[in-house]
């Protein structure tokens, strides 16, 4: 099994990440402002947006609870029908 080196993703103004305003709510939100630049583990000032309003949090870490900020997960792609296949 061949051995993958995973590279951090680093925190910069305008990346869009996910804000947990409850354990059950995963709202949208816009980085505005690092405190540590380039460091991945740099907590941010965000643009929250919910589904009728948007707030702003400063100084939010990075974590998976009530009032932390994260990556979007990945979302694997599907094969387009309109392109025909390859074959090698």
Sequence with gaps: MPIINKVLQVPAIGRMVHFRSAPDECNVAFITHVDKPGDPFSSVALVVFGVRSMHQA???????GAGYWHWPEF???VPD???PSVKA
């Design 58 to 64: 400063p100084h939010v870490h990075m974590g998976e």
């Design 75 to 77: 979302v694997p792609g």
């Design 81 to 83: 029908p309109s392109v």
